[in-house]
Structure formats: C-alpha cells, structure tokens
C-alpha cells in the first residue's frame, strides 16, 4: 500500500510539470472528467471492485513484461505503441459489454490503455492527470482487494472464478 501511495506521489509530481520542470499553471476551472472517468463513476461498487482488481492484474502484467514505465519508455517508441495498441484494440472490442456481466473487462483494459498513455507521452493536462491519479488508486484498491483473498468476481464466468487462499 505505501508503495502505491509513494508511486501515486511521484506520477502526481511529473503529471504537474511541463516542460523544462515548470510547474503546470492553475486553472480555476474544473474541468468535466474525460467520459471514461465518467462512465466508471457509474459502475456500482461491486463492479468498481471487479474494475480494480483486473486492472492490477493488468498492472502486475505490465510489470512482468517490462519491468516498470522507464523499462516501457527504453523499449521504443514502436514497442510502447504496440502494447498499448493491443490494449486499445482491445478494449474497443470489449466495449459492446458494457451494461453486461463483462463490463468491468472492458473499463478495466480501456483504462489501462490510457494510463499507459499518460505515462508514455507524460502528458500532463488535467484529463491525463485524471486518468492518472483514478488508475493508480483502483490499482491499489485492486491489491488490497486480493490480498484480502477476494475471488477475482462474482461477474468472471465459472471457468474463470479462482478459489480463495487457503
């Protein structure tokens, strides 16, 4: 938890500077969320939860295959858009299970792909700093949610429903 919470700091802390390391300037203004935030905000809690923790499974998938976001900005820039196209291409798939049982795959894969998005191009609008600061809280939210040994969910078809530790 403290790890997060440290990694959340750090994401915040380059998310609020442009350029040259200068601070980002206020604004006065909240502006709306970017629609996806929107949509999630909507998901009753048990999918918020379901969200959260496919989205640190996705994390702890990146984290396999790279090793972290400076390992992910070494690889390329050919490498870094295929990922997350992947990922993109596939939650515009998944995206007719919105309103279904599947949803939570779909918010889950489509947030990740923005989240690695803003950390590729270290975009720092206040959209980017949305997705940022919401993906890094469900990811944590995730852990804690299987480290209390909670199944992956309810909504995951039989097949795919892991037992809880022993």
């Not at 802390?13 to 390391?21: I, P, Y």
Request: charged letters at 25%.
């Amino acid at each position: 938890m403290a790890f997060v919470s440290a990694f959340m700091e750090v994401v915040v802390a380059r998310l609020a500077t442009v350029g040259g390391g200068r601070p980002m300037p206020e604004t006065h203004q909240d502006p709306e969320p970017p629609p996806l935030l929107r949509e999630l905000a909507l998901l009753n809690e048990t999918k918020q939860d379901s969200v959260a923790i496919r989205l640190a499974e996705l994390w702890d998938a990146f984290e396999t295959r790279f090793g972290g976001v400076s390992a992910l900005h070494e690889a390329g820039e050919s490498v870094r858009q295929e990922y997350i196209g992947s990922l993109s291409r596939s939650a515009a798939v998944m995206e007719r299970a919105k309103g279904s049982e599947g949803e939570p795959f779909y918010y889950s894969t489509a947030l990740m792909a923005e989240y690695l998005t803003v950390l590729a191009t270290g975009a720092s609008d206040p959209h980017a700093r949305e997705i940022a600061i919401k993906a890094a809280s469900l990811i944590e939210r995730g852990r804690l949610l299987r480290a209390c040994g909670l199944p992956r969910g309810s909504d995951s078809p039989p097949g795919e429903r892991e037992a809880p530790p022993r």
